[in-house]
């Protein structure tokens, strides 16, 4: 069964690699000089702050389990880190806006680096404070540096379009390429030159300082609402209002929850999904063969979104019914295959199947993010952007927590039923959101929805 993590992985690749090589002028869009250097910016400071993000993740419960801390203790560090994102999420968010979000991004790095460096006491309390800090960090990471990347593009006066190249290479780089690397280096520092646990954390924290370092030299600041008779509350209040009033802004942050969600959900689920009788699976390999599946969807992302036709809010309804299948393959096999009753052996067939299927959903991921972020810089207001990017966080962390407080209390198959239960809703909003996109004022009135 090994022979088949190999036959998937260079499968994907070889895909990934056709798709990029076999672009024509269709797929390209056509861009000025000034534009690439900027672009170009944006994704070399992105790709170290992901770096620095995805050398820390397949480590944090290893380093938690060689302090001696059990699985309830580590349970509710995790939990720590969800539920400051969630307290704390919104309020940095609206200072992002306010006080600017070049200012926020160099905060992010900041508060990273000084959790990574808590990493390396034992004490439980040190270790709570990093997970709170993370946390924080976690919500500007997924607001700040979208928020200032699209004020800047437009503050610049390029094309709309432009914006899409930017997210979909950016997922492309962050989110595939560099978790690649970073799981390999990560593998490096820790098993080949036996430094420890810990090492990635450092590395982390070098990257996110090399990151801080290029920020502070070659971005300019920009703001949401920097006027100054506005406080946190009339922000927050500002924010709520543009929710409640457009429906496309409170579709798109259900949509977002409810995939969200399910992918971290999944984050939890795949390792004992592929292993319910202690197999031996190479977590490491399988986790770059998930990112390149993820490189697989944001390169056909990219694609998509080069093109006027179909629109982001038509392919989307398909992406979702495709991801609520996949992950519908555990309950599936299931029924149909008998499970193995040998314990550590190699991936069963069922397994097998499984993995097929998180690829795929980890496809649609690929395809996800760039595409979620194109719909935000179309229907979210400029004023309020960070403040209402972590409004949408506050149900995908509750939900969150929640999951993780009962992983035990349900079976595997009921969580992945209601995941791909999220999917399927999470495809009919947006079905409603390319209804009302598509009426003549479907775009918003300029004034309405936008707060005080």
């Known amino acids: 069964m090994e022979l088949f993590y190999f036959v998937v992985f260079g499968a994907l690749g070889a895909v990934v690699a056709a798709l990029e090589l076999s672009k024509n002028s269709k797929d390209r869009i056509n861009t000025s000089s000034a534009f690439n250097s900027f672009k170009n910016n944006y994704l070399v400071v992105y790709s170290l702050m992901m770096a620095g993000d995805w050398l820390q993740g397949p480590y944090v419960y290893y380093l938690y389990s060689t302090y001696g801390f059990g699985k309830g203790e580590i349970g509710q560090l995790f939990i720590a880190g969800f539920g400051s994102s969630m307290l704390f999420g919104t309020i940095v968010g609206s200072l992002a806006d306010k006080q600017g979000r070049r200012r926020a991004c160099v905060t992010y790095c900041i508060t990273y680096i000084l959790s990574c460096i808590t990493k390396h006491s034992p004490q439980y309390k040190i270790l709570m404070v990093g997970r709170v800090l ?103 209040r500002g924010a709520a ?91 599936i096999t299931n029924f149909l295959v008998a499970p193995s009753k040998v314990k550590g052996e190699s991936i069963s067939f069922a397994g097998c199947l499984q993995l097929l299927g998180f690829c795929t959903f980890e496809a649609c991921v690929g395809i996800f993010w760039p595409s979620i972020m194109k719909m935000r810089s179309q229907y979210i207001p400029e004023e309020a952007r960070s403040t209402i990017m972590n409004f949408f966080r506050i149900p995908l962390n509750i939900f969150v927590c ?29 079905r409603r959101l390319m209804a009302i996109s598509d009426k003549p004022n479907g775009k918003l009135d300029s004034n309405e929805g936008k707060g005080p």
Request: hydrophobic fraction near 55%.
């Open 134 to 236: 993370g946390g924080i960090a976690t919500s500007l990471l997924f607001s700040a540096f979208e928020s200032w990347l699209v004020a800047e593009h437009n503050k610049r006066g390029f094309e709309q379009q432009w914006l899409s190249l930017t997210f979909s290479k950016a997922i492309f780089l962050g989110n595939g390429l560099v978790a690649i690397l970073a799981g390999l280096f990560g593998n490096v520092l820790v098993d080949s030159l036996s430094l420890g646990p810990v090492a990635p954390f450092d590395a982390a924290a070098i990257f996110l300082a090399i990151g801080m370092a290029i920020i502070l030299s070659s971005w300019t600041e920009n703001f949401g609402d920097p006027s100054e008779n506005k406080d946190l509350l009339t922000q927050f």
């Open 241 to 331: 209002v543009a929710i409640a009033s457009d429906e496309k802004i409170a579709l798109l942050g259900a949509i977002q929850s409810l995939f969200e969600g399910s992918m971290y959900t999944f984050v939890f689920l795949w390792t004992p999904a592929l292993s319910p009788n202690d197999e031996e699976i190479p977590h490491g390999f399988i986790f770059a063969t998930f990112m390149l599946a993820s490189m697989l969807g944001s390169s056909l992302a990219s694609r998509l979104m080069a093109r006027s036709s179909p629109r982001v809010e038509s392919y989307m309804q398909i992406v979702f019914v495709i991801s609520s299948a996949s992950l519908t393959l555990p309950i």
């Open 402 to 430: 929640i999951v993780l407080y009962n992983v035990d209390a349900f079976p595997i198959t009921v969580m992945f039923g209601m995941c791909s239960i999220f999917l399927l809703v999470a495809s009919i909003l947006q």
